[in-house]
C-alpha cells in the first residue's frame, strides 16, 4: 500500500519537474534582511522578500523580542480559552483594532489561519460569497470550508460584480472577499467602490491587507486608508509575517460582536496555539512605533518611488502603480528564471515567476522594495537589472 502510494507520489514529482514547476528552496545563512548570506557563503542584496517596513532584523524590533522573552517566556503551550491568554494577547488585539479602525480584533498563528476561520462560523446555505478572481489561496480554502455559494468575479471588475450582486438579492447574506492588495502585479482593490456597492446592496465586505497593513496609505493603515474608506470596510485580515516585523501570526479586526462570535466558534482559533508571547509584544511595539511615525513607510514610498523611475528609464516593461510590489515584464518563462539566475550571480537575489503562478505568457520578475534598501543597494540593483538585460537582449543596446 504504501509503496504503491510512493511510486505515485514520485511519479507525479518528476512530472512537477518536467514541467518546470519544481520549486528548490535556496538557503540562506544570515537572519532576513537586505543584505543576507546565502548557504554557499554568497553575500546578496535581498529585493524579493516581503519585508517592506525592513523591520524583520531591525535592531529595535530585535532588542524588543529580547526583553519580550525575559519578560513572558517563549511559549503559552495552550489555546487561548484555557490556558493561552496573557495580557499582551488583549493588548495587541485592541492595538489592532485602534489601528485599523475597527472595534476589536482576534489573534491567530497565520493569517492562513484566520482566512480559514473567517467564514465557516458566520455562513452557510442561505448564503452567497463573492470572490475577486484572484484572492488569494488561504481565502479561496476559507471560503470552502463554508457550505455557503461561492460566486467567482471577474479580477477588480466592479460591474461584473455588481451584476451578480444583483442577481443574488433573494439571499440571506452577501459577502464580497477580495485582497487588498494583490501579490503578483501589486494592484489594488477598488475599495471606495466595493464599500459603496456593499452599501447599495446591503453586503458585508472582507479585505484581505497582507500585502499593504503598515505601509499603504498615508499613515500606513492599508488599503481603505489609501481608499478613503478606513472604518467602513466589515472585516480586515492581516498577517504580522510581513511588513509588521516578519514573524507570524495573523489577525481578523471588525465589529466587536462578530470578533466576541469568532472567540466562540472559530476553528483555527479555538483548536491551535496562542501566538507566542515575544511576538504578541513585538508586534504591540510595531504597532506602537507606526502609530507614532510614517518614517518607514514614507522612506518604502520613496525608494518604490526611485526604483520604478530608474527601471523605466532603463527601457524596462514595469506594471504601472506604486505599490513597492514591482512586476517587471519578460513575458517569457524560460527568459525570466534565466534573468534571475544571473541577476544572482550579480549579487541580486529575486525570483522569476511564470505559469501556473501568473498567466500564460506573463512571465515576469517580481521585485519587492524595503525601507531598509539604501540608494546605493538601489542603484547596484538597476545597474545589474540593465547589464543583463542588454546581456539577454531585453533591452536595446544604445547606438554608440
Ligand atoms: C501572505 C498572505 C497570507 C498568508 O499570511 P500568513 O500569515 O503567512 O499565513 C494571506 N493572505 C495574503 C493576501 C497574503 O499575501
Excluded at 492599508?222 to 480586515?236: N, Q, R, S
Excluded at 498577517?239 to 483555527?268: D, H
Amino acid at each position: 500500500m504504501k509503496e504503491r502510494l510512493i511510486e505515485h507520489v514520485q511519479h507525479e514529482l518528476r512530472q512537477i519537474r518536467e514541467a518546470g514547476l519544481y520549486k528548490t528552496e535556496r538557503i540562506i545563512d544570515s537572519p532576513q534582511g537586505v543584505e543576507i548570506t546565502l548557504a554557499d557563503g554568497r553575500k546578496v542584496l535581498n529585493f524579493c522578500a516581503n519585508n517592506y517596513l525592513g523591520l524583520a532584523s531591525h535592531p529595535r524590533v530585535i532588542e524588543t523580542a529580547h526583553k519580550a522573552l525575559d519578560r513572558w517566556g517563549y511559549g503559552m503551550a495552550s489555546v487561548r480559552f484555557i490556558c493561552g491568554t496573557q495580557s499582551i494577547h488583549r493588548v495587541l488585539e485592541k492595538a489592532i483594532a485602534a489601528f485599523l479602525h475597527c472595534e476589536d480584533s482576534i489573534l491567530y498563528a497565520a493569517c492562513f489561519d484566520a482566512n480559514g476561520g473567517i467564514f465557516e462560523p458566520f455562513f452557510g446555505p442561505e448564503d452567497v460569497i463573492l470572490s475577486d478572481a484572484l484572492n488569494h489561496a488561504s481565502l479561496i480554502d476559507g471560503i470552502r470550508l463554508t457550505k455557503a455559494r461561492r460566486i467567482v468575479y471577474a479580477h477588480a471588475d466592479m460591474k461584473d460584480l455588481e451584476g451578480k450582486l444583483q442577481e443574488t438579492q433573494d439571499t440571506r447574506f452577501r459577502v464580497i472577499v477580495t485582497d487588498g492588495v494583490f501579490s503578483m502585479d501589486g494592484d489594488y482593490a477598488p475599495l471606495d467602490q466595493i464599500v459603496q456597492l456593499a452599501r447599495k446592496y446591503d453586503a458585508v465586505v472582507v479585505v484581505d491587507d497582507s500585502h499593504a497593513i503598515g505601509f499603504v496609505g498615508p499613515t500606513g493603515r492599508g488599503t481603505a486608508e489609501k481608499f478613503g474608506v478606513l472604518g467602513e470596510v466589515d472585516f480586515i485580515t492581516g498577517t504580522l509575517g510581513k511588513a509588521l516585523g516578519g514573524a507570524m501570526g495573523g489577525f481578523i479586526a471588525g465589529p466587536a460582536p462578530l470578533i466576541e462570535f469568532l472567540r466562540q466558534r472559530s476553528r483555527p482559533y479555538l483548536f491551535s496555539n496562542s501566538l507566542s508571547p515575544v511576538i504578541a509584544a513585538t508586534a504591540l511595539e510595531i504597532f506602537s512605533w507606526l502609530s507614532e511615525t510614517s518614517e518607514l513607510r514614507d522612506k518604502l514610498e520613496e525608494n518604490t518611488r526611485y526604483f520604478r523611475e530608474r527601471l523605466i528609464a532603463a527601457g524596462f516593461d514595469i506594471k504601472p502603480g506604486d505599490h513597492p510590489i514591482i512586476p517587471i515584464m519578460l513575458y517569457d518563462a524560460v527568459l525570466a528564471h534565466r534573468f534571475a539566475d544571473m541577476l544572482l550571480e550579480k549579487g541580486i537575489y529575486v525570483i522569476g515567476f511564470s505559469y501556473p503562478v501568473v498567466p500564460r505568457g506573463q512571465a515576469r520578475i517580481r521585485v519587492q522594495l524595503s525601507a531598509a534598501h539604501t540608494r546605493e543597494h538601489i542603484d547596484k540593483a538597476v545597474e545589474a537589472f540593465t547589464e543583463v538585460g542588454l546581456t539577454l537582449g531585453v533591452l536595446k543596446k544604445p547606438v554608440a
